[in-house]
């Protein structure tokens, strides 16, 4: 079955500072891929559409000053968290559908958990 | 806004028996519904797909329905075994969407 990675899969940074997620679709091409958060004992909220070669869709609430999303080519998109806060603190999972398209299966990395001090 | 409803936050069952997992939806129906199980600290892992105008769908010990009239889909796991204890998210996709709403999950424990 299709693979997606995320790197890091943990990290804590510093209240101020900017982070990296990276996620990769590693034997299958991805035009679209999707950015979740979830908290505690909390469903997958979805956070923003990532479309290769043109710019993202966030949902409504969502910063996109904030949450940078980048899909520079078919197999890479990267979430970074600018001025991260406490408050950003969770647990950060991507996903890219399957080759029949987005109404199918999704496949998701295993998820970045992120602390911000 | 659409709402979906697991209307178990925690299910404990007894090994060998039949789990039922509760999906309620409001307003439209989707042209899909899946369900996906989610280890803890790790992204969910899809098991079944259903679509609207499916009744009923099966894969090895799972089972899941799907009542458009009801709103409602019925994720069952037969034979019951402590290895499938964990939380079980049902999904809806609407292909005039293209994205995916998931629920806030049902978790499951079986015990020996």
């Known amino acids: 079955g299709a693979v997606v990675s995320q790197h890091p899969s943990w990290v804590i940074c510093k209240s101020g500072t900017s982070v990296k997620i990276e996620c990769r679709s590693l034997?299958?091409?991805?035009?679209?891929m999707f950015w979740y958060r979830q908290f505690p004992k909390q469903s997958l909220m979805l956070m923003a559409t990532?479309?290769?070669?043109?710019?993202?869709?966030?949902e409504q609430g969502v910063e996109k000053d904030k949450f940078l999303i980048n899909h520079a080519s078919l197999t890479l998109s990267t979430l970074t968290v600018t001025s991260a806060h406490p408050e950003d603190s969770s647990f950060y999972i991507c996903?890219?559908?399957?080759?029949?398209?987005?109404?199918?299966?999704?496949?998701f990395g295993p998820g970045t958990r992120l602390t911000v001090t | 806004s659409q709402k979906i409803e697991q209307n178990s936050e925690a299910l404990n069952i007894q090994e060998g028996k039949t789990a039922t997992l509760t999906c309620n939806y409001t307003n439209y129906s989707p042209a899909y519904l899946q369900w996906y199980r989610q280890d803890p600290g790790r992204g969910p892992v899809f098991l079944l797909l259903?679509?609207?105008?499916?009744k009923e769908k099966r894969k090895e010990r799972l089972k899941v329905t799907f009542d458009t009239t009801l709103k409602q889909s019925l994720f069952h796991i037969t034979a019951s075994q402590p290895a499938d204890s964990a939380t079980y998210l049902c999904?809806?996709?609407?292909?005039?969407?293209?994205?995916?709403?998931f629920g806030s999950g049902t978790r499951l424990s079986i015990r020996p």
């Open positions: 990532s479309n290769e070669g043109s710019k993202a869709t966030y």
């Open positions: 034997d299958f091409q991805a035009t679209t």
């Open positions: 996903s890219a559908p399957g080759d029949r398209g987005v109404s199918y299966e999704q496949y």
């Open positions: 259903i679509r609207e105008n499916e």
């Open positions: 999904a809806l996709v609407y292909s005039s969407a293209s994205k995916i709403i």
